[in-house]
């Protein structure tokens, strides 16, 4: 079936609005479901690709249905090992932060999330692992007033994100189109034939 020019203008206009220097790298997400979610927000906020890091959780099997066809646009970069994942973010311009419930991390909202930035967050039972913390350029928390100290991974996903947004839309309005003309060309090319 041709691709509609109302069908192409709605895509160049999505991918314009991509941002870059945003990622996030899920450390062994067990649900698919969860990572799903997570893909969603980041299709919505306009993250280009996510870091798969899988250490010793299988990779996840993620269903169309399931992300609403957020897969489709949000690509994923598989990892096995921390230091590889977080060696190539640092060769692409990345400070990694890393979340955890640590009284000592900075608060999500008192962290410049302004500049190219991987925001870790790890497994629904054991958080981001202790080397995943180690290695990171920081780590950070998300604030949180009640007796249940922790929130859906999918959903700190989206408080973290989203901040990213905010912060960044604070500091004036974003360029159309935010990817370099490179990378945005090859893309659109890529998002055509999707």
Request: proline share 7%.
């Amino acid at each position: 079936m041709p691709l509609s020019s109302r069908r192409a203008e709605k895509i160049a206009r999505v991918l314009g609005n991509r941002l870059p220097g945003i990622t996030v790298v899920l450390e062994n997400i067990h649900d698919p479901h969860n990572v799903s979610a997570i893909l969603r927000t980041c299709d919505a906020v306009g993250v280009v690709h996510v870091e798969l890091l899988y250490t010793c959780e299988p990779f996840p099997r993620i269903g169309r249905k399931s992300s609403s066809s957020a897969s489709k646009w949000v690509d994923r970069r598989k990892h096995r090992s921390v230091h590889e994942c977080y060696a190539m973010l640092h060769q692409e311009g990345y400070r990694v932060l890393a979340t955890r419930l640590d009284q000592d991390a900075p608060s999500l909202y008192d962290v410049d999330l302004t500049g190219p930035v991987a925001l870790v967050l790890g497994n629904e039972h054991r958080g981001v692992s202790d080397e995943a913390a180690a290695l990171a350029d920081g780590r950070l928390h998300i604030p949180m007033r009640g007796m249940i100290e922790s929130l859906n991974v999918s959903v700190a996903a989206a408080v973290l994100i989203y901040e990213t947004l905010r912060q960044r839309l604070a500091k004036g309005p974003l360029p159309f189109p935010a990817l370099p003309p490179e990378q945005y060309e090859t893309l659109l090319k890529d998002w055509l034939s999707r």
